[in-house]
């Protein structure tokens, strides 16, 4: 089994960084024998809220994030970052969970690759 953790720093918009890491995120978590997490870490914290609203035809952060998710990934938002933010465990998508550098520590040593964005 191979395990994959992706690290995303950047905002969910205004880059591309965020929705490439997400794209491949996505398409491992498709393969057989792929695990995948996801830690959103500094502004990619905000890329876990809720309800996020884009104009038509523009992707949506917290889309993808449900789609890694429904195919058995994991999602982590850093809570300092969060807590800096003003974001609060209400405002996260069903998708992501509060999460911590502990559990980033863990997952990294989980992890056979870790890729960062």
Not at 48 to 68: T, W
Not at 78 to 97: F, K, W, Y
């Amino acid at each position: 089994m191979a395990k994959t953790l992706f690290i995303l720093n950047d905002p969910p918009y205004g880059t591309e960084r965020n929705y490439n890491a997400l794209r491949l995120a996505g398409s491992l978590a498709k393969c057989e024998g792929e695990q995948v997490r996801v830690f959103l870490i500094g502004d990619a914290a905000a890329a876990a809220r809720a309800g996020q609203k884009v104009p038509q035809g523009y992707y949506n952060i917290e889309v993808m994030l449900r789609s890694v998710a429904k195919r058995g990934g994991e999602i982590g938002a850093c809570c300092a970052c969060m807590d800096a933010r003003g974001i609060t465990d209400a405002d996260l998508s069903d998708a992501a969970h509060r999460s911590s550098l502990d559990q980033l520590t863990d997952w990294t040593q989980w992890a056979d690759k870790v890729l960062v964005f």
